[in-house]
């Protein structure tokens, strides 16, 4: 069993990873409405712009030196500015 400290703890290390999202490969956005860890779980809220982006079909995130640490196919039209709520969640997998 992982302590829930432990997971935390690494919530709390992708936390300082992330850096910027990434939409559809190219419109980058490093400034987070909501960028915080609560217990196991690091919540991102961020906000996409109507006037950039009309489709979604890509999200990623990204460290500093632009790797990616996730990646997710996505469809998700945008009419008006558009609040995305992400969540990672670090959990303990049993078989």
């Known amino acids: 069993m992982i302590t829930a400290g432990l997971l935390h703890d ?3 290390y992708v936390n ?3 850096a910027k999202v990434v939409i559809n490969g190219a419109y980058v ?3 987070f409405e909501v960028k915080a860890v609560n217990d196991n779980v690091l ?3 961020y906000v996409v712009p109507a006037a950039e982006v009309s489709l979604i079909t890509l999200v990623e995130l990204k460290d ?3 790797a990616v640490l996730t990646s997710n196919a ?3 039209p945008i009419a008006a500015d558009h609040l ?3 969540t990672i969640e670090v959990k303990e997998v049993t078989a």
């Open 10 to 12: 690494v919530a709390d």
């Open 16 to 18: 300082g990873r992330v």
């Open 29 to 31: 956005i490093s400034n």
């Open 43 to 45: 919540a991102l809220n």
């Open 64 to 66: 500093a030196a632009d």
């Open 74 to 76: 996505v469809n998700i």
């Open 84 to 86: 995305m709520l992400q």
